[in-house]
């Protein structure tokens, strides 16, 4: 797979003309505005979506570069909207992890997006940004661990709050409530 200079530099969405028709029109991007924001299929996401974006944006005579800078500013547009219409309050603080994290156009556009927020990364609060799923995984065993949900039905949809997965008993379980709990 080929790597794009945007993943190191994040100047190539700056350096092309950006159509924001491009992608946004395409019924190859259901959940974009989608009633609740949902994990996509295996068609929508990963390899398989940026293909289909890549021949749309060619079919529609656009360069690669200005295929680039409509997906990136595709993306910080539909995360700025999800904070609109989703969260409880415009946010005062958003903290990127993953791959986006190493890109400053996409920092730039959500900043101007959000300009009541302070846009930063997980390494501005002292985490590895490409440990993120590591990350989401202990807070939510923590949150297990302590008997309190890890779901905001607000987001999910869900019908109400719930603890999430479960705790297996191990030959230290005793020891461990002891340590935790007493």
């Not at 003309?17 to 259901?30: M, V």
């Not at 999800?82 to 959500?110: C, D, F, M, S, T």
């Amino acid at each position: 797979m080929a790597q794009w200079p945007l993943t190191k530099t994040g100047s190539m969405p700056f350096r092309a003309a950006s159509t924001k028709n491009g992608c946004k029109t395409s019924p190859r991007i259901p959940t974009i505005r989608s009633s609740r924001p949902r994990r996509p299929d295996a068609n929508c996401s990963g390899a398989t979506m940026a293909a289909d974006l890549l021949a749309e944006g060619r079919a529609r005579g656009m360069d690669d570069k200005s295929i680039i800078a409509t997906i990136t500013s595709l993306t910080s547009a539909s995360i700025a909207d999800a904070y609109q219409r989703y969260g409880p309050a415009q946010p005062k603080e958003v903290i990127l992890g993953g791959g986006g994290a190493h890109n400053p156009a996409l920092i730039g556009l959500l900043q101007n997006l959000l300009p009541g927020a302070k846009v930063m990364t997980h390494e501005d609060i002292g985490f590895d940004s490409d440990n993120k799923e590591a990350l989401v995984f202990a807070l939510l065993a923590h949150e297990t661990w302590h008997g309190r949900p890890g779901n905001l039905p607000t987001l999910t949809g869900a019908k109400y709050p719930v603890v999430l997965g479960q705790i297996t008993p191990g030959n230290n379980y005793a020891a461990l409530i002891r340590r935790t709990w007493c």
